[in-house]
């Protein structure tokens, strides 16, 4: 069966901390997604992947770094935290064929004090 | 750009009511529509999606929605609902390319009451 998985699934910093997200995919998608969950924002894209060494910019990508080191694995760096950045982030993989089939990690929360 | 909007940040049932969630879409170009479920504290699950054809399609779990080209709309229903559809509902559109990249409207919270 299809997987992403996400870790920590909590996280707490504090302003100006270093803070990274990592996210898993056993589903052999080519793309991989980072989205910030705010309530009555819905999802935003930050950034996302279509391989190993790529990146590509979203929606809402200041403050954020993204790193792809292999097809399975996305990291989401947020090197100087601040509290705006306190939000749910979800990972997500697709085939990409542009489909509409995402599928998504259980989440992390973040807490930037 | 995309963008979706879903008009009802929440609505409520009782078990065994039908029930629609509106979205609607602008986009000048070809897309693909989809809906998915969030139930509280888990990631989103994909419901169901629609590019082309017969515009009623049919998704997991009863529900199903129907393209309107006219009113630019995907609305999203079901004839019978159970308390466990209380979940946070989302549209979404991507463009036909191939990146996959979806936009999302912000919810609809639906709650179903026993």
């Known amino acids: 069966e299809a997987a992403v998985t996400q870790s920590p699934r909590n996280k707490v910093t504090v302003t100006g901390g270093n803070v990274t997200l990592s996210c898993r995919q056993t589903?052999?998608?080519?793309?991989m997604y980072w989205y910030r969950q705010d309530t009555g924002h819905g999802l935003r894209l930050i950034h996302y992947s279509y391989g190993a060494g790529n990146l590509q910019i979203g929606d809402v990508p200041d403050g954020y770094k993204a790193t792809r080191t292999t097809q399975e694995d996305f990291f989401l760096l947020l090197e100087l935290a601040s509290p705006s950045q306190t939000s749910l982030y979800f990972c997500a993989s697709s085939a990409g064929t542009g489909d509409g089939d995402e599928y998504f990690g259980p989440g992390t929360r973040l807490t930037v004090l | 750009t995309q963008t979706v909007s879903q008009s009802d940040a929440h609505v409520t049932v009782f078990e065994g009511d039908s029930v629609e969630l509106r979205c609607n879409y602008s986009y000048g170009g070809s897309i693909y529509l989809s809906w998915y479920i969030q139930h509280h504290g888990h990631g989103l699950q994909f419901l169901l999606k629609y590019y082309s054809g017969n515009p009623v399609v049919q998704g997991v779990n009863g529900f199903e929605a129907e393209f309107s080209k006219s009113d630019s709309s995907f609305h999203l229903r079901k004839a019978s609902v159970h308390w466990s559809d209380s979940a946070v509902y989302f549209c979404a559109v991507s463009a036909i390319t191939n990146t996959g990249k979806l936009t999302f409207g912000d919810g609809t919270v639906l709650t179903v009451k026993p």
């Open positions: 589903n052999s998608h080519n793309y």
